[in-house]
């Protein structure tokens, strides 16, 4: 198995911490991640050295500005994009999701028709919702019970006024990767937009949106050893083409036409900070080469260690692992278990008990829970590998529920 060293793991301040005499086991990275001391650092120096508003014509304000400026660059090699005009920040994906749909709905007719899935957070289901009060038809492509889209029920649903198919890089709740080539070959041919959220899989995979073909792109830092910060990504040309809400005195074209108010440049700076660590893991000429290499490592370290903990609970009676089994297809290194005559708030608070961080519920990402039929179970308790988890933390957690069943 490929191995993430012990240097990398030292750079997490938080993986040193102890509880009761014992070392904690970190696997609540799906929602959120622990940062490694280079994001705390920039964090910190832009507080204690360029702690102004941007666009002023003083020294702390030019520095604002050159984090701003350095932190889209650095996110559009992160994300493969054409250029750092196509970056977009604000407060959480949600929010800019939200506003990204405001400014997409005003560009289309009532009876134009929109495509979502069962499988999606409610981030990229609940904006396009809402855009049924403005007569916009919300279509919803089927969740199967293995845990993947029906494809062929989305290929039915997508018509002459399909204008947007919005979509998941992968799933937050059960780890499925989607097919993002046959989502961009519908939606060509249908002359519709492509969105995808990556927020799950932008800590797990390689991304390059002009490989994918995607019209926009959402992600979080916080998913990949950031702090609280969205990101949007939109094709070049196409935020000018829309009207999102936004004041008078604010820029009016790409990429600043969509972040309302003033940023949190702290964060930002963060962020920037984050793809660096990152870039640090891999080997190349340039950044983006570096990226890659490093996003590929992390990729296979995981679905080792995810491997070896599916395979382990597996072999564990009353366990119920929903969704595709690791050898059935790629998948994000994500678990939803099910314990028999156990809720899943139950199963957390037994394995907080050994200082095993893991979360229950539905994740926002509820219609699928409900399609599962596991709402009225309380959902699921949701296991999630990170690069800096290790072989003997999983076999800590099997030993755990060894015990616990």
């Known amino acids: 198995m490929i191995s993430m060293n012990v240097e990398f793991r030292a750079q997490f301040p938080a ?78 994906m949600t929010s800019l999701n939200f506003a990204l749909a405001r400014a997409i709905g005003r560009n289309l007719q009532a009876g134009d028709e929109i495509l979502i899935t069962q499988l999606d957070h409610e981030g990229n289901r609940g904006p396009w919702l809402s855009l049924r009060e403005r007569g916009i038809v919300v279509r919803e492509v089927r969740l199967r019970p293995e845990g993947v889209l029906d494809y062929e029920d989305l290929i039915s649903k997508v018509g002459d006024r399909t204008r947007l198919i919005a979509a998941g890089f992968a799933s937050n709740l059960l780890g499925t990767i989607n097919d993002l080539q046959l989502l961009r070959r519908i939606a060509y041919e249908a002359g519709a937009w492509l969105l995808i959220d990556a927020v799950h899989a932008a800590p797990h995979f390689p991304i390059e949106v002009t490989e994918i073909g995607c019209d926009f792109l959402l992600c979080s830092a916080y998913k990949f050893y950031g702090p609280h910060v969205g990101i949007l990504y939109a094709r070049p040309g196409l935020l000018d083409r829309l009207q999102p809400d936004r004041l008078r005195t604010a820029y009016q074209h790409a990429p600043f036409s969509i972040e309302t108010g003033t940023l949190n440049h702290a964060a930002i700076a963060g962020v920037a900070a984050a793809v660096e660590f990152i870039a640090d893991q891999g080997e190349g000429q340039d950044v983006r080469a570096r990226l890659a290499t490093a996003m590929q490592r992390i990729q296979a370290y995981e679905a080792g260690l995810l491997r070896m903990l599916y395979d382990g609970l597996s072999d564990i009676p009353g366990i119920e692992i929903h969704g595709l089994p690791p050898t059935a297809a790629r998948r994000a290194p994500t678990l939803a278990i099910s314990l028999e005559g156990r809720s899943p708030e139950e199963v957390c608070h037994l394995l907080a008990n050994e200082n095993i961080f893991a979360w229950n519920g539905h994740f926002y990402a509820i219609r699928a829970i409900e399609v599962l039929g596991l709402l009225e179970k309380g959902g699921v308790t949701r296991l999630g590998i990170s690069a800096y988890t290790t072989q003997d933390e999983i076999e800590e957690v099997i030993n755990v529920f060894r015990q616990i069943t």
Do not use: C, W
């Not at 086991?25 to 799906?30: A, S, T």
């Open 15 to 92: 993986l040193s911490r102890r509880h009761r005499d014992k070392a904690l086991i970190f696997l609540d990275g799906p929602a959120g991640v622990q940062v490694p001391r280079q994001v705390i650092d920039a964090v910190s120096h832009y507080y204690a050295r360029s702690n102004a508003n941007a666009h002023g014509v003083f020294l702390t304000s030019r520095e604002t500005d050159a984090v701003m400026d350095h932190t889209r660059l650095m996110m559009s090699a992160f994300l493969g994009a054409e250029g750092p005009e196509t970056i977009s920040f604000g407060q959480n």
